[in-house]
């Protein structure tokens, strides 16, 4: 990585560790963060006090092309934890439904006699505990009491755009509120330069700036810059968090530290976010010293155009990561057309990082189409497969179908389509696991293989999709085994042999989901996925 600063450890000229409590030539150095040496354990047990507080396996670091970013300082394995951290803050999303301000409870179907309107503000909260959170009374109703006379919000099915200002709100009254936290809310990255250019800036200024300046009197605290300023933080840092009962809606989280890991369409890491905002951050592939811990702040599953699109406008800045750089991306074909000439080859971009003007070529016919034409094909498909309600297993699978000749197999709008099916043959009503086919159970099996294929490229290793896809895997595998066996098609070594099988893919979804948060659907799919392989490894030895 060019131009990227770190701080080396103190070594002497030739290269060689010296102990940190007697500077002796050492013989072993930190596990928990490969800087420090010593020459003994009892040095290392001595030091210990000092060096726990900067025991970490990680550094920040400056870089030219990325600014700052975090670096391995250690190899780090699989499923190791990088680092734990507690969000500064936490607010709605831009956007949003009308949602409670403190525990984010979507109010949609809340009945008005059932909700609790603030006294001091009138914001509707889904209860009066919520209302009284410190959060909110000791800070920012104050503020929104401005808005009293002049605001009600009635209509819970609409979003308003009062609850744009929350979050920024809520960051910016840490300064006076909690200035310990202010201090890494406003190191953050806020793009002004680059945001004061696009459209967005104009809706700041009118829903956020003079809302805050003019409706709640706020020009005296803070400035136009530095209203901006906590809503760029906010685009470019904020995490999304997906509370209980707070439906569909995903709130956002600031975690200062999270926010220095670059972007990459691959990902090295997972992050978890429990019910208390606590993001715990692990590998998800081997870190090897000295390489960035990578976050990826796209969706991993959408195709290049898409990724980059998202990032040049929520983040501001252009990926060339090697996926993106790549018109096969990384040989998933995410993105690719299938070639109506010579109908064997695929159609791919030849600069895909020039995603307006490329041309696409096929593969095995040299046969073109301009990006104009093959955007305008893709955008089209986008719409039909969005107006695919969340349940219609028919319209995803008549999707698939109809679309078979005109994208390759992986198409993003295809592994989509295989995601919600993945799921819905054996938990949808009409599709319960027990009542399904031989012919459905194979098809969610194949369904589930052909996402693992792309999901092992481009969300690898230990990654929510590849554990949850598992663990929807080894459910109709089991059935197919149980049904075969008992209508006696296979002996009862295959049958064996077909349960080694599920107990193998169940481990690894277990391994993997056992990192979540027990209180999250896939945290419960964990604890399911423990107890289901422990029946079955019952099961093999009483074989
Ligand atoms: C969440 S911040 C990361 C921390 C940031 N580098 C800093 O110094 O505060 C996101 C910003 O980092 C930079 N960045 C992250 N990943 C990048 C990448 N792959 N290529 C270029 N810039 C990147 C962009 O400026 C982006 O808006």
């Not at 000229?13 to 354990?41: F, H, L, M, P």
């Not at 996926?323 to 993105?335: A, I, M, V």
């Not at 294929?453 to 598992?470: D, F, K, M, Q, Y």
Request: net charge positive; proline share 5%; glycine share 4%.
């Amino acid at each position: 990585m060019s131009g990227m600063k770190m701080n080396r450890p103190e070594s002497p000229a030739n290269g060689s560790k010296v102990c940190a409590v007697c500077r002796a030539k050492a013989s072993q150095i930190c596990g928990g963060c490969g800087e420090i040496a010593y020459c003994a354990k009892e040095h290392q047990k001595q030091h210990w006090p000092i060096h726990k507080t900067q025991c970490k396996p990680y550094k920040i670091v400056f870089d030219e092309k990325f600014g700052r970013c975090m670096v391995a300082s250690k190899n780090i394995k699989p499923g190791e934890i990088i680092f734990r951290e507690k969000a500064i803050m936490t607010g709605p999303k831009q956007g949003c439904l009308p949602c409670c301000l403190t525990c984010y409870t979507s109010l949609e179907n809340v009945e008005e006699a059932s909700l609790f309107r603030c006294p001091g503000c009138n914001f509707p909260f889904c209860q009066e505990k919520c209302a009284k959170n410190s959060v909110h009374s000791e800070a920012e109703c104050s503020v929104l009491s401005k808005t009293k006379s002049r605001i009600t919000i009635n209509d819970m099915t609409k979003s308003h755009p009062v609850y744009q200002c929350i979050s920024p709100l809520r960051g910016l009254l840490l300064k006076t509120t909690q200035p310990k936290l202010f201090e890494p809310f406003k190191g953050l990255e806020d793009h002004n330069n680059l945001r004061r250019k696009t459209e967005f800036w104009g809706v700041y200024q009118v829903n956020v700036v003079e809302f805050l300046h003019k409706v709640c009197e706020l020009s005296d605290q803070f400035t136009e810059e530095e209203i901006h300023s906590a809503c760029g933080a906010l685009d470019v840092n904020a995490y999304e968090i997906r509370p209980p009962n707070s439906g569909q809606q995903r709130v956002l989280g600031v975690f200062p530290l999270a926010s220095m890991m670059s972007h990459n369409c691959v990902s090295n890491m997972n992050h978890v976010i429990d019910g208390n905002y606590q993001m715990t951050v692990r590998a998800s592939v081997p870190i090897m010293r000295g390489e960035q811990v990578f976050s990826s702040y796209a969706l991993a599953l959408e195709g290049t155009r898409e990724r980059r699109a998202l990032l040049r406008q929520s983040k501001l800045f252009e990926c060339d990561c090697a996926r993106c750089s790549d018109p096969t991306e990384c040989s998933t074909y995410l993105s690719a057309l299938r070639c109506q000439k010579c109908s064997t080859g695929f159609v791919l971009p030849i600069r895909p990082l020039e995603e307006k003007e490329t041309p696409w070529r096929c593969s095995q016919c040299s046969y073109k189409l301009t990006a104009v034409v093959v955007n305008r094909v893709v955008d089209k498909l986008k719409e039909e497969f969005e107006a695919i309600g969340p349940n219609e297993v028919e319209k995803f699978e008549e999707f698939l179908k109809r679309h078979a000749t005109l994208v390759h197999p992986n198409h993003f709008l295809f592994t989509s389509a295989r995601q919600s099916l993945s799921q819905l043959y054996g938990r949808d009503e009409r599709f319960l696991l027990n009542s399904l086919t031989m012919e459905q159970l194979e098809r969610k099996i194949s369904i589930c293989q052909q996402l693992l294929s792309v999901a092992n490229i481009v969300e690898p290793g230990l990654t929510r999709i590849r554990g949850v896809t598992l663990y929807e895997m080894h459910a109709p595998m089991l059935l197919m085994a149980r049904r075969t066996f008992e209508a006696g098609q296979c002996t009862s070594a295959e049958f064996k042999e077909k349960i080694e099988a599920v107990r193998s893919i169940l481990a690894e979804a277990t391994r993997i989901l056992s990192l979540e948060d027990p209180a999250s659907t896939e945290g419960a799919m964990g604890t399911a996925a423990v107890q289901a392989l422990d029946q079955i490894q019952r099961w093999i030895s009483s074989m």
